[in-house]
């Protein structure tokens, strides 16, 4: 007898309802109808007012697309119950020469974006090269209504688990400037490395290139740049 005691763990998203209903998995391929709605969503609801929405062709595009990507655990799914409430597509080197290109780059070809990168700040999103050492978060999205209580940070932490295991030392992603959810990467060890702004019709923008160490090795390093900083 516990004597009355609740001896479960805490809730980490701050209630205390279905509390091992939650988890992160490599998304598999009968998830690709979900993941593609969310990507699709994402994007749409970013560059939308710049260059209309695609509408049902383009999902149906985009999840074609993600159908023929030779792996699949470099993109992590978030479900709680059955449904997917959350996805993290992240991009290596090597994942990058398997799959091709990576979710966004996917997506903007299938709207159209990608002819007019030079025009509308989608530069470091769409571009991005990873190199060896780093894991590059290229997407992270969650259903409308799961935003909160830690769900996006969870995602966070299991994209860097999965790069740490595949022997790389960084984490990275681009970000506008002004993204609301940038302190949540801030408060998870990422700094700006780098920054660039760009044109589009409605001004400039600027984007920040986001790097979190995951490795020993890493750390050091960080530790040495800002030993000379000093």
Request: net charge negative; charged share 25%.
């Amino acid at each position: 007898m516990n004597a009355g005691y609740d001896t479960r763990p805490p809730d980490p998203f701050g209630d205390d309802e279905d509390i091992l209903d939650i988890s992160c998995r490599p998304a598999l391929p009968g998830d690709f109808q979900q993941v593609a709605f969310l990507a699709v969503g994402l994007l749409e609801k970013l560059f939308g007012p710049t260059f209309g929405h695609g509408g049902d062709e383009t999902l149906d595009t985009v999840l074609t697309a993600l159908k023929n990507r030779l792996r699949y655990d470099s993109t992590w799914v978030m479900t709680e119950g059955e449904t997917i409430i959350g996805m993290i597509d992240i991009e290596t080197l090597e994942t990058r020469k398997l799959n091709g290109h990576p979710i966004p780059r996917i997506l903007s070809d299938a709207l159209g974006y990608s002819e007019k990168v030079g025009e509308v700040g989608l530069l470091p999103l769409l571009v991005h090269e990873p190199k060896p050492d780093e894991a590059h978060q290229s997407l992270i999205a969650l259903r409308p209504g799961s935003h909160g209580e830690g769900r996006g940070t969870l995602l966070l932490m299991h994209g860097a688990f999965w790069a740490k295991a595949q022997g790389k030392d960084w984490m990275t992603t681009w970000l506008p400037a002004d993204e609301p959810a940038r302190q949540v990467y801030e408060r998870r060890s990422y700094y700006v490395d780098d920054e660039l702004t760009v044109e589009n019709p409605d001004g400039k923008q600027t984007w920040v290139f986001l790097r979190k160490p995951i490795s020993s090795q890493a750390h050091k390093v960080l530790r040495q740049m800002k030993k000379e900083s000093d």
